[in-house]
Structures are given as structure tokens and as C-alpha cells.
């Protein structure tokens, strides 16, 4: 019975080394992706002298490098880096999660209305001439506000009902009532001032990221973030359905509420930041799954590193390849789509 139980505990570990080794090498893609970053860009900087340039920092020393070099690596790159990478995790993690709470791989962070929200109130915010943190906070409030309608609509009409089923359905409303609203807004808007402004930031991209914002997004991006990952283990139970959840002694819809809230903490603060980027919750989360499986202890954290790097590297190539920055969301489609096309072509299930 003895050498049984050794032979059981010899095989998990077999298992688990090769899954230990892809999270290292998975917790390296946003480092090296930050620091090949720091150094990219239409100012170049040579590593010698980026490394010289952060040493004599940490260190307090004199500096000996140009004054502008300085300005642009903590003043433009080093913000813009940081809410690449915390936008791209947000949208990777708040994806994966609301995959598991739904039972369905197709499903992604806009499912409930959170981006139409976010979107509408940005549209709002421009045309009313609110300034930057205040096109933030609009889009960050009606994203909730968009997320909160859905689910309210989906308790009074869902009693007795495919409580899940009802929830899309309702944001699929909310989502498009929210978008014929930023479509009215649109139409008001001054053609040859806002109606550009508005449309560009609803396309999505980081040009005015700023330490400002930086610390905007910390913190619903931390309270995001820790929520899903104490409970990660939770969408495990929650992907075997209710009624086995509900044996297990989990309250389901209590569980499923802190989920999606969380979820949309993250999504609404995202499109606060960056505007609407597409396919990053959707394919992440599926690339993610394709290469540590299923289980959600490993997927969240994997989809959150992979969605950093990701987003960080295709923001490097928008502000780099032309002449003018190329908006994220066009992008993230370019990729995204052919990819996802591929998993069809396939026709490999990654969810089971």
C-alpha cells in the first residue's frame, strides 16, 4: 500500500515538472518583452546606455546621458509600457474568467455590455469636452453602469430560468442599445473636431498613456486581479455546472456575481485607459488553455502573463511600423482572426 501511494506521488510530480517549466518560461515573455520595449521605438536607445541610464537611477548617480533620452524612457516609454502590460493581463485574465463563469470558450470580455459601456461614455465624455482623466472616469463608471443594467434585467426576467443563458442574452441587448447611443453621439458630433477624436479613441491605442494613468490603473487592476486569483480554483467547479457546485457546498450565484464584477473591474479600466481593444480576451485565453490545459490554478495566471506580453509587443509594432500609430484594435484583429480561423479549421476543441 506504501509503494503504491510513492508510485502515485512519483507520477504527479513527473506531471508537474513539465508544467512548472512552461509557467517559468511563460513568467519570462513579459519581462523580456518589457526590456526588448524599453529600448524599441522611433527614439532608439542602445541597451548600453539604457542600462547605464537605469543603473545611475536606482543608484542615485550623476547623470552622464543626454537629458532627453532620460525624459523620454520614464516620462513616455516606461508609462506607455506599463499600461500596455497591465491592459493586455486585465483583458487576458478578465477573458479567461468570464470563459469559465459561462461555460463557453467563444465568450469574451465584452459579453455583458462592459465595452459598449465604456465606450459610449467615452463618446460622451469627448463631446462634452471633459478632459482626459475625465473621459477615463466616464468610461470606467458606464462600463459598470452597462454591467450592472445586464444583470439586473437578467434577475427580474431569468426567475426560474437558464440563469447563464439569460445573462448573454441581456448583455446582448444592453451591448447593442449602449452602441446605438455612442452611434447618436457620433451623428451630433462636430465632423471635422470630435467625430475624429471620438473615433479614433473608440479604434484603441496608448499614445496618451502618462505615469497619471499608470496609477489610475493600478489599483482596479490589483483588486481585479487578486479577486480572480483566490478564487480561480472556484471557475473549476463552476465549469462542472450547478447542481455539482452547489453539492460541493459552493453558492453558485453568489460566486458567479464576484466573478463578473471583478471581470469587469478589469475590462472597464482597461478600455478606460487604452479604448476598445478586441480579440485580446477572446484568443489569449484560448492560446493560453492550448498550451497548460483546462485547469484555471495554471490557465488565469498563463492567460494573464501571455495577454502582457502580447499586448505590449503589438503596441510596439503600432507606434513603430508606419508613420503614423496604427490603432491597437486593428491589430489585434489582423492576428487574432486569422488565429482563431485556424482553431476552426482544426477543428480542435481546446475547452475540453
Known amino acids: 500500500m506504501g509503494s503504491m501511494k510513492k508510485l502515485e506521488s512519483k ?5 508537474q515538472r513539465p508544467l512548472i517549466s512552461v509557467m517559468a518560461a511563460l513568467a519570462l515573455l513579459p519581462l523580456a518583452a518589457f526590456l526588448v520595449s524599453l529600448s524599441f521605438g522611433r527614439y532608439g536607445i542602445p541597451l548600453p546606455q539604457l542600462m547605464q541610464i537605469l543603473f545611475g537611477k536606482l543608484c542615485g548617480l550623476t547623470p552622464t546621458w543626454p537629458d532627453t533620452l532620460e525624459k523620454v524612457l520614464f516620462n513616455v516609454r516606461i508609462p506607455r509600457i506599463l499600461c500596455a502590460m497591465m491592459v493586455g493581463a486585465a483583458l487576458a485574465g478578465s477573458g479567461a474568467a468570464y470563459q469559465g463563469v459561462f461555460k463557453n470558450p467563444m465568450v469574451s470580455p465584452d459579453i455583458l455590455g462592459a ?7 467615452a463618446a460622451f465624455a469627448i463631446l462634452n469636452n471633459y478632459n482626459v482623466i475625465g473621459i477615463e472616469l466616464t468610461a470606467f463608471l458606464f462600463g459598470i453602469a452597462a454591467v450592472a443594467l445586464t444583470y439586473f434585467l437578467g434577475q427580474a426576467i431569468g426567475r426560474n430560468m437558464n440563469t447563464v443563458l439569460i445573462l448573454v442574452l441581456t448583455g446582448m441587448v444592453v451591448q447593442s442599445l449602449f452602441s446605438a447611443f455612442t452611434s447618436v453621439i457620433k451623428y451630433e458630433a462636430d465632423p471635422n473636431n470630435k467625430l475624429p477624436e471620438i473615433t479614433f479613441w473608440l479604434m484603441g491605442g496608448l499614445t496618451s498613456s502618462t505615469q497619471k494613468q499608470v496609477w489610475m490603473m493600478a489599483f482596479p487592476f490589483l483588486a481585479g486581479l487578486v479577486i480572480l486569483f483566490l478564487l480561480r480554483w472556484k471557475i473549476n467547479i463552476l465549469s462542472f455546472g450547478d447542481e455539482e457546485a452547489k453539492a460541493l457546498g459552493i453558492d ?9 464584477m471583478a471581470s469587469t473591474l478589469l475590462t472597464s ?19 493560453a488553455r492550448l498550451i497548460v490545459g483546462p485547469n484555471y490554478k495554471v490557465l488565469l495566471p498563463a492567460s494573464v502573463l501571455m495577454g502582457a506580453a502580447f499586448l505590449l509587443l503589438v503596441d510596439d ?5 508606419l508613420v503614423t500609430e496604427i490603432p491597437l484594435s486593428i491589430l489585434t484583429a489582423i492576428i487574432g482572426a486569422p488565429f482563431f480561423i485556424y482553431l476552426l479549421l482544426k477543428g480542435r476543441s481546446s475547452w475540453e
Open 269 to 287: 479600466a482597461s478600455i478606460a485607459i487604452s479604448g476598445m481593444i478586441g480579440w485580446v480576451g477572446l484568443i489569449i485565453p484560448h492560446l
Open 252 to 260: 453558485t450565484l453568489k460566486i458567479r456575481v464576484i466573478l463578473i
Open 11 to 15: 507520477i504527479k510530480t513527473s506531471r
Open 115 to 121: 465595452s459598449a459601456g465604456a465606450g459610449f461614455g
Open 317 to 321: 509594432v503600432a507606434r513603430t511600423v
